[in-house]
């Protein structure tokens, strides 16, 4: 079987024929693949500017090479030499060929072939593997995600999780937007810091007609993210995240925890919060054999962190009530009792509590509605997707990576899909 029997096969062009295929070396002894491509007799071109067929102006000097899927580890270039229009409408212009698009090096079947992989692979190993350069790589990434975004489907989407993930030492933030809904969860937008600005600008991408269908929207207690959930998703209810408020329990209860094993320290009394961290924070039915002795023992002792413990372990009532009437009652009364408690961490969160009642009530009138793990399960992709590439050289290319491999995002359909 002949090159161009396959090529025809799986990548036929109309108008166009695949001609004589040669073994060729570069400078540095490298093998490559070159294969004609010349126009079908009779054939017109088709105009860059506006997609009309016109007359031949004449040729380009030199043939351009467009790099084209590597066949058995050999890199295959298709050769074309370009022609040009004589446009009425647009003047003399370059042809737009069906292979590629504008001044791209790389055919549109081998940039989505790349794109796939460096959702297997890191983009550095996808370069590595298949002779390109990251640059090429980032640039097929980019051009998927560019035509995902257009062509996604935004109609179903009633439920949203927003939160912030650093992507970068020194305190580099991205806001997050899921879509939650149920079935496939999925990444939205992508924006840059975690400011006010960060989240309109991902509310924007959306469009005004899918904000307007949002009826759930989940988030953290981030303050200008609450600020513009309460603008442009006003009509939406608001639930606070069952994770971040239990995390701001966590770290207050930790931070009795330290500050009461110094003090008795300094005291001159037995260590005996040593090593009982994680006994404290841990859920109980998620605690080692020896971590539960280690805690039946603590638990003799009246000790602020056994105090704090045991008060948080009784909040967690709360999220088992069925009505929101009944579950405000029992968070008024446990506000209470710890703001009479000499444990100032937990009264600070307290205080956070009771800033954002009517929120953090709202919990039970989206429950089946939404999963709010949801969230914290895409941020756990999140930093895969992170971790894998070892770094981003800047937020743009973190944005494509993250909503490369968590948008879900749609590919157009060809003749033949190379795996």
């Not at 939406?236 to 094993?261: N, S, T, W, Y």
Request: charged content about 25%.
């Amino acid at each position: 079987m002949r090159l161009q029997t396959i090529l025809n096969r799986v990548e036929k062009h109309k108008s166009f024929i695949y001609g004589s295929a040669r073994f060729c070396e570069d400078v540095e002894g490298e093998s490559s693949l070159e294969v004609t491509v010349r126009p079908r007799k009779g054939s017109r071109p088709v105009c860059a500017g506006c997609g009309r067929r016109c007359r031949t102006y004449d040729h380009q000097p030199e043939a351009r090479r467009f790099e084209f899927v590597p066949l058995w580890g050999i890199v295959v270039y298709l050769v074309y030499r370009m022609r040009r229009v004589n446009c009425s409408k647009c003047g003399v212009k370059v042809e737009r060929v069906p292979w590629c698009d504008g001044k791209n090096q790389l055919t549109t079947t081998y940039r989505w072939y790349l794109a796939r992989w460096a959702k297997r692979l890191s983009w550095s190993e996808v370069a590595t593997v298949f002779q390109t350069s990251w640059d090429s790589v980032c640039r097929s990434v980019e051009h998927a995600v560019e035509w995902g975004l257009k062509h996604r489907k935004l109609s179903g989407v009633v439920a949203v999780g927003i939160d912030e993930i650093a992507w970068h030492k020194g305190h580099k933030y991205l806001t997050l937007v899921y879509d939650i809904s149920g079935g496939v969860k999925r990444l939205l937008a992508v924006a840059e810091n975690r400011t006010e600005s960060s989240l309109r600008e991902c509310l924007s991408s959306l469009g005004d007609q899918t904000c307007a269908g949002i009826c759930f929207v989940c988030s953290d207690m981030w303050k200008p993210y609450l600020n513009v959930i309460g603008t442009l998703l006003g009509r939406a209810v608001h639930v606070l995240d069952r994770f971040h408020v239990m995390q701001k329990f966590g770290k207050a209860l930790d931070d009795i925890r330290a500050e009461e094993q110094k003090q008795l320290k300094r005291d001159g009394y037995e260590p005996v919060l040593k090593k009982s961290r994680w006994c404290l924070l841990k859920r109980p039915e998620n605690l080692t054999a020896q971590q539960t002795v280690r805690l039946s023992e603590l638990l003799r002792y009246n000790l602020k962190s056994v105090r704090g413990y045991l008060l948080r372990e009784d909040f967690q009532r709360f999220w088992n009530y069925v009505s929101p009437t009944w579950a405000g009652k029992f968070l008024d009364e446990w506000t209470t009792r710890v703001m009479k408690s000499k444990l100032e961490p937990l009264k600070k969160v307290t205080l956070t509590l009771r800033s954002h009642r009517e929120l953090i009530l709202n919990w039970f009138q989206a429950r089946g509605q939404i999963s709010a793990g949801a969230v914290e399960g895409l941020n756990n992709k999140v930093k895969l997707v992170t971790r894998r590439s070892y770094g981003f050289r800047t937020a743009n290319v973190a944005k494509l990576a993250l909503l490369h491999n968590l948008g879900h995002l749609p590919e157009p359909k060809s003749t033949h899909t190379f795996c």
